[in-house]
C-alpha cells in the first residue's frame, strides 16, 4: 500500500490486496485467483469491524476504496511463547550472556529489582510495543520455582483483565521440572494455574527421574484439566529423552492437541533417524513445535571469545514435512536471554528465514504466526480470513517475502480501523533501569 495513505472514517474495501493462501479456506481460496506463489489477489470489504466479503474486485456498493497496490494482508500475529516477566531488564543488566546458564544467572540477580511496579511497567510497555507491532494475543511463560503464586503472574492476570481485547494474554507457568519431585509444591502451582485459567508448564533439560517428573506434569495436567508448554531439550546434547517421553505421555494420555514444547534444539545435533522419529511422535501426538531463533542464535553453542558454530534451531523443514503442526514466537525479548529483540512477529519471520531456511515466509509459514498460534491458545479466531471474521489485520508495503520481510512496513488494522502504531520510547523505563527495588 501507500505509506501514510488517508484511511476513510467508515466502512471500506481493501482493493488489490495479496493474501497467503494458507489463511484462507479452501472455497474462498479456489475462487480467487493466484497473485504469486501462494498467494492470491484479492479485495476485502470490511463493515462494522468485520470482513464482510473476499473477492477478486471491489464490488459495486460505493464504498471507498483503499487501494492497497498488491501489498500483503495478513490476520494480525499471535506470539504463543514470550517471557514478559523478564522484558525490558537487558539495559540495567548492561551486557549481553551467550549461554543459557549465564543468562539464568544474571536475570536471577536482576530479579531483586522486580516490585509489582517494575514488573507492570515492563509488562505494559511489552504489550503496548506488541500491540503496535500487529499482535492479538501473547502466551507469557513466569517463572514459578516454588508453592506461592509469583508476584509476576498476579501483575500479569491484573494486565490479562485491563489489555482485553486489545491482545489476549495467556500466563503459563514455567517450573524447572525438579519442582514435580515435590508433591505439595507442584499440587499448588498445578491448582493455582487452573483457578485462574492458565497453562502448565515446565523447563525440561536432562534431570534425574526425568520420566517419572513428566509423568506428574501430566497427572496433574489431567486433574486439573490444563494445556501444556514445555520448554523441550533446549540444549546441544545428544539427548531428547525429555522431548520422546512428553510425545509418548501426550499420546497415552489423550492430551493431543493440548501441548506445546519450545525450543527443541537437541533434535538439530541428534542421528537423523532419531530425529526422524521423535518428529513423527509429534506429529502423531498433535504437539505444537515452537522454533524459538532468536534465542537460540543468542545462547546455544556460546562461549567466551567464541564464535558459535551451530544455530541451535530445530529442524523446522523436516518437521513440517513430518506433519508437526510448527509456530514460530519472540520467546524473551529485551532481557538477559535475547537482549536485541522487540515483539516483531515479522522480525521473526525473517530471522526464522535466515536460520532455518524458511523460503517464502510470508507464504509458506505465514500460519506459524497466525493461525497455528492461535489453535494452539484456543483463541476464538483461528485467523483466517473468512467473511464474519474480525478485520483484524496485518497491512504490509511489501509484495512480496523478500520486499515484506527486508523492510518491515505495515499498518495494522483493529476492527477495521488504523490502529497508532509508534512504538512506545525506551527512555520511558530511564528510571526502571537504575534504581533498584
Ligand atoms: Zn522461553
Redesign the pocket.
Known amino acids: 500500500m501507500v505509506a501514510g495513505a488517508a484511511f476513510p472514517a467508515g466502512d471500506c474495501w481493501l482493493a488489490r490486496a495479496r493474501v497467503p493462501d494458507r489463511l484462507l479456506d479452501a472455497s474462498t481460496r479456489d475462487a480467487l485467483a493466484p497473485a504469486a506463489p501462494g498467494l492470491r489477489a484479492v479485495s476485502l470489504r470490511v463493515q462494522g469491524g468485520r470482513i464482510t466479503a473476499l473477492a477478486s474486485a471491489v464490488g459495486p456498493d460505493g464504498l471507498p476504496v483503499v487501494d492497497l497496490a498488491d501489498g500483503i494482508v495478513t490476520s494480525c500475529w499471535v506470539d504463543l511463547?514470550t517471557?514478559l516477566d523478564k522484558s525490558h531488564t537487558a539495559t540495567r543488566i548492561g551486557r549481553s550472556h551467550h549461554t543459557l546458564r549465564d543468562a539464568v544467572a544474571a536475570s536471577g540477580e536482576d530479579r531483586d529489582r522486580w516490585t509489582a511496579d517494575d514488573i507492570r511497567r515492563r509488562m505494559d510497555f511489552a504489550l503496548r510495543t506488541a500491540h503496535a507491532q500487529g499482535t492479538r494475543a501473547i502466551r507469557t511463560?513466569i517463572d514459578w520455582v516454588g508453592a506461592s503464586t509469583p508476584l509476576a503472574w498476579s501483575v500479569a492476570q491484573s494486565l490479562r483483565g485491563e489489555w482485553s481485547p486489545r491482545i489476549e494474554l495467556q500466563p503459563t507457568s514455567l517450573s524447572p521440572l525438579p519442582l514435580f519431585a515435590d508433591a505439595d509444591a507442584s499440587a499448588a502451582v498445578a491448582a493455582a494455574v487452573a483457578e485462574q485459567g492458565g497453562v502448565l508448564g515446565a523447563s525440561v533439560h536432562p534431570v534425574p527421574g526425568q520420566r517419572s517428573l513428566l509423568e506428574r506434569v501430566f497427572e496433574l495436567a489431567v486433574a486439573h484439566d490444563l494445556d501444556l508448554d514445555f520448554?523441550a531439550d533446549e540444549h546441544l546434547q545428544n539427548d531428547i529423552e525429555g522431548l520422546r517421553t512428553i510425545a509418548r505421555l501426550t499420546a497415552r494420555h489423550g492430551w493431543e492437541g493440548r501441548v506445546a514444547c519450545?525450543?527443541a534444539c537437541a533434535l538439530s545435533v541428534v542421528p537423523v533417524d532419531a530425529c526422524a522419529s521423535v518428529l513423527r511422535a509429534l506429529a502423531d501426538a498433535g504437539i505444537v513445535l515452537m522454533g524459538?531463533p532468536l534465542?537460540n542464535l543468542q545462547l546455544q553453542d556460546g562461549g567466551p571469545g567464541r564464535t558459535p558454530r551451530l544455530r541451535g534451531i530445530a529442524p523446522l523443514l523436516e518437521a513440517r514435512d513430518l506433519g508437526v503442526q510448527v509456530g514460530l514466537a519472540s520467546?524473551?525479548v529485551q532481557d538477559a536471554f535475547v537482549p536485541m529483540a522487540d515483539f516483531d512477529l515479522l522480525q521473526v519471520l525473517a530471522i526464522a528465514s535466515l536460520t532455518a531456511h524458511l523460503d517464502d515466509p510470508l507464504a509458506r509459514w505465514i500460519d506459524s504466526i497466525t493461525t497455528t498460534p492461535a489453535t494452539a491458545m484456543g483463541l476464538a479466531w483461528d485467523g483466517r480470513l473468512r467473511v464474519g471474521a474480525p478485520a483484524d489485520l496485518v497491512l504490509l508495503a511489501g509484495r512480496n517475502s523478500f520486499e515484506a520481510c527486508g523492510r518491515p512496513q505495515r499498518r495494522v488494522l483493529r476492527g477495521g480501523r488504523p490502529i497508532d502504531t509508534a512504538l512506545p520510547d525506551f527512555r520511558e523505563l530511564d528510571d526502571t533501569t537504575t534504581t533498584a527495588g
Open positions: 511463547h517471557h511463560h520448554h519450545g525450543h524459538l534465542a520467546d524473551n
